[in-house]
């Protein structure tokens, strides 16, 4: 509640039915008591001033504020008292809490955790994660802190889908002096979003701070990881197991071998709904495909296999799609990897710009899934019916 009081006359009930009946918002002796008379001066165009000046006797800035509040789902409340001043205050509702939010994701499952718990959000490779899994603690700033696979401490999976690599990301947790260490697939970004109010039956749910909904429509959790650990600490290191690296494949694996033969596909783009949708459509035709929120992470993901193709927005957090086209072009062992830029930037400079920087198609958005597959055809395929040659070849 927010309370604005002066120490004024208060407001004049004669004055304000005698503009209301000129102005035709009442009938000429109508009952209204104090109150009643005291909402006409939120009407539009509703004023008791005799003359305008800069700041009054324009009938504008109390519906308005009216207007305002009422949007956000609150009241305004009047007291008047004659010789004495006047009361406004302003009652909003804790629904219209905004905040910082952390999104991560585990597995399919996307949450929030506030802003202002995360400490740090660090890498770790792969034998370093083994061992935090096998003794379920691991160590940060010079402490031994409870480890957590996300999935298991909010009781959705046991272990990760994505297999592990050379960077794999742990997020460090605060709350007041604990702290826990949480390995997730991946970090969505911050956003600030609308906090709502978890209503009698969450409300006395232990770690879980609020609900939100995302511009998409999605229902999102915001959890306390510290209060998780403490509560289901346990039972989540019962449940969580490393992630299974996939096994090179080599000459004594057929299934390695047919698995190298089809042709790796990288999605890069900050959207996770992009990311899901273009993955479900090249899965569904045969490709395997490689994901990246943003340029940093592609290039993190390029040290390990060679896709065959890179699909590549250009607007993403800490790394967009013009610096990783540079970066690939500057690798020698990348520099003719093709690339295909794919954006909403219709406009001839950014087309020309991507083209000078050896982008090998730049495709608009909208665009039909027939155009996409047959663009993956176009520079993939082609690598599809090279291995078997050079295998050939080989033996």
Do not use: C
């Given at each position: 509640a927010?309370?604005?009081?002066d120490d004024g006359?208060?407001l004049r009930a004669?004055?304000?039915?005698?503009?209301a009946?000129?102005?035709?918002?009442?009938?000429?002796g109508?009952?209204?008591?104090?109150?009643?008379?005291?909402?006409?001066?939120f009407?539009p165009?509703?004023?008791t001033?005799?003359e305008?000046s800069?700041l009054?006797?324009?009938?504008?800035g109390?519906?308005v504020?009216?207007?305002?509040?009422?949007?956000?789902?609150?009241?305004?409340?009047?007291?008047?008292?004659a010789g004495?001043?006047?009361?406004?205050?302003?009652v909003?509702p804790?629904?219209?809490a905004?905040?910082?939010?952390l999104?991560l994701?585990a597995?399919?499952l996307i949450f929030?955790?506030?802003?202002?718990?995360v400490e740090?959000?660090?890498?770790?490779?792969a034998a370093?994660?083994?061992?935090?899994?096998?003794d379920?603690?691991?160590?940060?700033?010079?402490?031994t802190?409870?480890?957590?696979?996300?999935?298991a401490?909010?009781?959705?999976?046991?272990?990760s889908?994505q297999?592990?690599?050379?960077?794999?990301?742990?997020?460090v947790?605060?709350s007041?002096?604990?702290?826990v260490l949480?390995h997730?697939?991946?970090?969505?970004?911050?956003?600030?979003?609308?906090?709502k109010n978890?209503?009698?039956?969450?409300s006395r749910?232990?770690?879980l701070?609020g609900?939100?909904v995302?511009?998409?429509?999605?229902v999102?959790m915001?959890?306390?990881?510290v209060?998780?650990g403490?509560l289901h600490?346990?039972?989540?290191?019962?449940?969580?197991r490393?992630?299974?690296?996939?096994?090179?494949p080599?000459?004594?694996?057929q299934?390695g071998?047919?698995?190298?033969?089809v042709?790796?596909?990288?999605?890069?783009d900050d959207?996770?709904?992009?990311?899901?949708?273009t993955?479900?459509?090249?899965?569904?035709?045969?490709?395997?495909?490689?994901?990246a929120?943003?340029?940093l992470?592609?290039?993190?993901l390029?040290?390990?296999?060679r896709?065959?193709?890179?699909?590549?927005?250009?607007?993403m957090?800490?790394?967009?799609?013009?610096?990783?086209v540079?970066?690939i072009?500057?690798?020698?062992?990348l520099?003719d990897?093709?690339v295909?830029?794919?954006?909403?930037r219709?406009?001839?400079?950014?087309?020309?710009h991507?083209?000078?920087l050896g982008?090998?198609?730049?495709l608009?958005?909208?665009?039909?899934?027939?155009?996409?597959?047959?663009?993956?055809?176009r520079y993939a395929?082609?690598?599809?019916?090279?291995?078997?040659?050079?295998?050939?070849?080989?033996?």
């Amino acid at each position: 509640a927010i309370r604005f009081v002066d120490d004024g006359s208060g407001l004049r009930a004669d004055r304000i039915r005698d503009r209301a009946e000129a102005q035709g918002l009442i009938e000429p002796g109508a009952a209204l008591d104090d109150n009643a008379l005291a909402e006409l001066v939120f009407r539009p165009g509703f004023t008791t001033a005799a003359e305008v000046s800069e700041l009054a006797g324009r009938g504008i800035g109390m519906d308005v504020v009216r207007a305002e509040v009422t949007a956000l789902g609150g009241r305004i409340e009047t007291r008047s008292t004659a010789g004495q001043g006047t009361e406004f205050r302003l009652v909003l509702p804790l629904t219209t809490a905004v905040t910082q939010v952390l999104m991560l994701r585990a597995g399919d499952l996307i949450f929030g955790v506030p802003a202002s718990l995360v400490e740090l959000v660090q890498r770790a490779g792969a034998a370093e994660l083994a061992q935090a899994y096998a003794d379920a603690h691991s160590g940060y700033g010079g402490e031994t802190l409870p480890f957590y696979w996300a999935g298991a401490l909010l009781q959705a999976t046991d272990a990760s889908e994505q297999p592990t690599g050379r960077a794999n990301t742990v997020v460090v947790v605060r709350s007041a002096a604990q702290r826990v260490l949480l390995h997730v697939d991946e970090v969505l970004g911050s956003q600030e979003v609308v906090v709502k109010n978890l209503g009698p039956q969450l409300s006395r749910v232990p770690g879980l701070v609020g609900i939100t909904v995302l511009a998409s429509g999605a229902v999102v959790m915001i959890h306390n990881p510290v209060v998780l650990g403490t509560l289901h600490g346990g039972q989540a290191r019962r449940r969580q197991r490393l992630p299974v690296e996939r096994p090179a494949p080599d000459a004594t694996s057929q299934e390695g071998r047919v698995s190298a033969q089809v042709p790796l596909v990288m999605v890069v783009d900050d959207s996770i709904t992009v990311r899901r949708v273009t993955q479900r459509l090249l899965q569904r035709e045969g490709w395997r495909v490689a994901l990246a929120a943003d340029g940093l992470q592609a290039l993190e993901l390029l040290q390990g296999e060679r896709p065959a193709l890179v699909l590549s927005d250009i607007e993403m957090p800490r790394m967009d799609g013009f610096d990783l086209v540079r970066n690939i072009r500057a690798d020698a062992q990348l520099a003719d990897l093709p690339v295909v830029m794919i954006t909403s930037r219709i406009a001839a400079k950014h087309r020309a710009h991507a083209q000078s920087l050896g982008v090998d198609h730049y495709l608009g958005k909208p665009y039909g899934e027939d155009e996409l597959l047959a663009l993956v055809r176009r520079y993939a395929a082609p690598l599809a019916a090279a291995e078997p040659a050079l295998e050939d070849a080989a033996g």
